[in-house]
């Protein structure tokens, strides 16, 4: 058997300041269980399918403000590829409440006709004041 390889990657927010901007992280984390994947590299995480194959990954948002968020998960790339025939987000908007953790499912089915033997997922997760704000001093 041909298996596919799938490596998920969480992308992340680093900031450079500069001498009239701050650079403000938001109160946000999102993380993935390890549970839901074949192996672990050392920045991300490896899951092995085999065409026409399916699984889902838990995706997980911890609201570490005092407020509640809305949280939009998407892939930044075009998920329609030919080697997923499903790759989306139920649902893809999270309502996260102070100090708690909310979370989404992402099914993901490799296509019968993708002749790709790895690929890697990246996506993100945003908000109106997600990720990175530039404040200007």
């Known amino acids: 058997m041909k298996y596919i390889v799938i490596f998920l990657v969480l992308i992340g927010v680093v900031g450079t300041t500069y001498a009239e901007f701050q650079v403000m992280l938001t ?3 999102v993380y993935l269980s ?5 192996t672990q590299g050392p920045n991300h ?3 092995v399918l ?3 194959n399916s699984t889902a990954v838990n995706v ?3 609201n570490n403000d005092d407020a509640p968020h809305k949280i939009t998960l998407f892939s930044p790339t075009d998920s329609s590829s030919s080697t997923f025939s499903m790759f989306e987000f139920r649902p893809s908007e999270v309502l996260v409440l102070p100090h708690e953790t909310n979370s989404a499912k992402l099914p993901l089915t490799v296509s019968n006709d993708t002749d790709t033997h790895s690929t890697s997922v990246t996506f993100l997760g945003q908000s109106d004041i997600f990720g990175m704000n530039l404040i200007q001093e």
């Open 27 to 29: 109160p946000f984390d």
């Open 34 to 38: 390890s549970d839901d994947f074949t």
């Open 45 to 47: 995480n490896i899951l």
């Open 50 to 52: 085999d065409r026409g």
């Open 60 to 62: 997980y948002v911890k």
